[in-house]
């Protein structure tokens, strides 16, 4: 049985047009038989099922090329280490890749995990055991002990079921590297960034230009992706040298950078929501309050130095790290479409290209992804409103009118209001020290 979908607006993926009263016929394997206008299509036969969404605008599926699965929208960087068992960790991952579904992303990626959560939630949606996104994912992400992930005291070290390797030296990196891909993993994430700051360059590199370039090429030696996390100036240029194929942040790029980028065609995914969001929302009373006017620094940097590599055409993907408390599932990973308009010159139309068609990049089946024509396979969402006028109402979920995999429709029950269990937040039992002093204060 074929599907036949009419769409009164329909954005392809592929170029920035919007083409009216389109007809896309779905084949019983979930690819894209045809699209075209309704006049030249084929007509459906008996038993075939027509779909109408004349009144909505259709688009290709959302990507979020950033999103972290087994963080559990976390408040802080122990809680997305310590407490909270792996198996809790997965069963909870699946809930907020369900959420990022439902809020029109049929397809994510997932950058580091614990254990093999993502790999797990990944597995469980293929096999049909679940409803969720089409998942790639990484493992630990690997890094120095100069690595930014590296947040414990030589006393306690890396602990097994952190999102981080601890790699002392390139030998052990390797040896990660292979494991990983012996697990399963869809691509390597490098942590290069280091974490001591350097005002107008960002942070150090936590590996030398020699240890990027021997992980990546032992990574695509063995035929697989790699994405880097790199803040600061120096990182970046170690990993575009190096060639590698996504490059997270970016904020600090630096002409030199963006030349091997050019070079090596590595793609930039900067992830501006966690810094605007963490400037927006964050209150006094919050740790991360401290951190804010830094936030601001690297947003100004971001914002100068992304643009010239926008312009310069530096492919981009879009992710929304979505996994922080300030990022939760589902809620805003749109709103990084947003930025890109505002602050990195970005047409509505080129924002969706980069979330759907260059996303796809990342993914599994990635030629069959992110665009819709014949032979990709038919990922959509139907919309109500016209994003290219108004990126932002691809924010409001009451707006997306229907979602399907592969031609089928998807839907997801979501919990309003999830509860967080007692060993997800540690064990803080007063704020302050009731000294004599303090006590005799109140
Ligand atoms: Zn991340």
Redesign the pocket.
Known sequence: MKKFIRCGKLFDGANPAIYSDQTLVVEPDGTIGFVGPSHAAPRPESGDETIDYFQWFVMPGMIDA?V?LSYGNTQSAEQIDLYSPVEFRALRGLEGAQRMLAAGYTGIAD??TTGLVSLAIRDAIDAGLFVGPRISTAGRAILTAQGVDYFYPRWVRMPEHSVGFLMRDVSEGIAEIRQEIKDGVDFIKLAVDGDQLVAGTGLISGMTQEEVTALVSEIHRLGRKVAV?ARGAEGIRYAARAGVDFI?HASWMDEEGLEWALKNKCALCPTLSLIINTIEFTRPADPAYAFVPAQQRELEAAIENLSRAKAAGVPFMVGS?AGFAVTPYGEWPARELEYYVKYLGFTPAEALISTTAVNARILRDSDRLGTLAPGKLADLIAIDGNPLDDITILQDRSRIKAIRIAGEPVSVALNDRPRRTWYETGARFWEEVYTRDRVNRR
């Open positions: 950033h972290h950058p580091s996390h997270l790290e």
